[in-house]
């Protein structure tokens, strides 16, 4: 029973900075999938796969598994670096790169 501790990046649909800025403790599944021959669905007899942790630092995820025994590893994230750029910009006079239509 291995938790994972880590800061989820945003998805792919996402603009702004809303729920990624949260830490989440998830275990590590412990038994692989299965597929149910008759239907052809995935399962899982691992029911901690469910549990979904969200905390507001490292910290505090941390004294919860150590508080409840559970094994961790941290996922150290790199900073995401910010570029600040408006839509006016894809139509100055001195851009660089081939305009295209």
Same mark, same amino acid.
């Given at each position: 029973?291995?938790?994972?501790?880590?800061?989820?990046?945003?998805? $792919?649909? @996402?603009? +702004? @900075? $809303?729920?990624? @800025?949260? *830490?989440?403790?998830?275990?590590?599944?412990?038994?692989?999938?299965?597929?149910?021959?008759?239907?052809? *669905? #995935?399962?899982? #007899?691992?029911? &901690?796969? @469910?549990?979904?942790?969200?905390?507001?630092?490292?910290?505090?995820?941390?004294?919860?598994?150590?508080?409840? +025994?559970?094994?961790?590893?941290?996922?150290? #994230?790199?900073? &995401?670096?910010?570029?600040?750029?408006?839509?006016?910009?894809?139509?100055?006079?001195?851009?660089? +790169?081939? *305009? #295209?239509?």
């Amino acid at each position: 029973m291995v938790a994972r501790i880590y800061k989820p990046a945003k998805t $792919a649909m @996402q603009s +702004g @900075q $809303a729920r990624s @800025q949260e *830490w989440v403790l998830e275990f590590e599944p412990e038994d692989p999938r299965a597929i149910d021959p008759l239907m052809g *669905w #995935t399962s899982s #007899t691992d029911m &901690r796969g @469910q549990v979904r942790i969200a905390f507001e630092s490292p910290e505090a995820a941390i004294a919860y598994a150590e508080r409840n +025994g559970i094994a961790y590893t941290v996922a150290e #994230t790199t900073p &995401r670096k910010h570029l600040k750029k408006s839509y006016a910009e894809n139509f100055k006079y001195g851009r660089i +790169g081939s *305009w #295209t239509h």
